[in-house]
C-alpha cells in the first residue's frame, strides 16, 4: 500500500511541476487529503488472500482452536471473526494466493480443513 501511495504521489508530483506554486500546493494537498480520506474509510485494508482454518456455532470451540494455531504458528496473525450463525477463525494476512497457498502447505497437516479465500487485509508492515 506505501508503493501505491509512493506512487501515486511521484505521478502527481510530476504534473505539479509544470504548473505554478500556487496551483501545485492546491492539488498536492487536494492529493493528500484524498488519501487520508481513502484510509479513514478502509481503516487502510485492501483486497488479499487469508487461509479460513475453523468455523463453527460454538464461540469456546473457535477460541480454542486459534489458540492451537497461534501456539503452534505465532509468527501468522490468527483472527476470529462472527460471520452468522457461525464462528469463524481466519489466519494470515496474504497480498496474492501464491503467498497464501505457501502457508497452507505448512500448516495442512495441522488443519486438514483449512482452505484459501478472498478477504479484506490489515496493511503488511
Known amino acids: 500500500m506505501k508503493r501505491l501511495l509512493f506512487i ?6 510530476f504534473f505539479l511541476q509544470a504548473q505554478n506554486s500556487a496551483d501545485n500546493d492546491a492539488r498536492l494537498k487536494n492529493l493528500s487529503d484524498k488519501c487520508a480520506e481513502y484510509h479513514r474509510k478502509t481503516d487502510g485494508e485492501t483486497d488479499g488472500y487469508r487461509i479460513k482454518i475453523h468455523f463453527a456455532l460454538d464461540k469456546t470451540e473457535a477460541n480454542e482452536v486459534k489458540q492451537k494455531f497461534t501456539s503452534a504458528y505465532s509468527s501468522i496473525p490468527a ?35 483449512a482452505f484459501i479465500i478472498k478477504n479484506k487485509i490489515k496493511p503488511i508492515k
Do not use: H, L, S
Not at 501515486?8 to 508530483?13: C, E, L, N, R
Not at 477463525?89 to 480443513?113: E, M, S
Open 79 to 113: 483472527y476470529m471473526e462472527y460471520r452468522q450463525p457461525n464462528w469463524v477463525i481466519v489466519v494470515g494476512d496474504f497480498k496474492t494466493r501464491v503467498a497464501a497457498y505457501a502457508v497452507y502447505k505448512k500448516i495442512q497437516t495441522d488443519f486438514p480443513n
Open 8 to 13: 501515486i504521489f511521484m505521478i502527481g508530483a
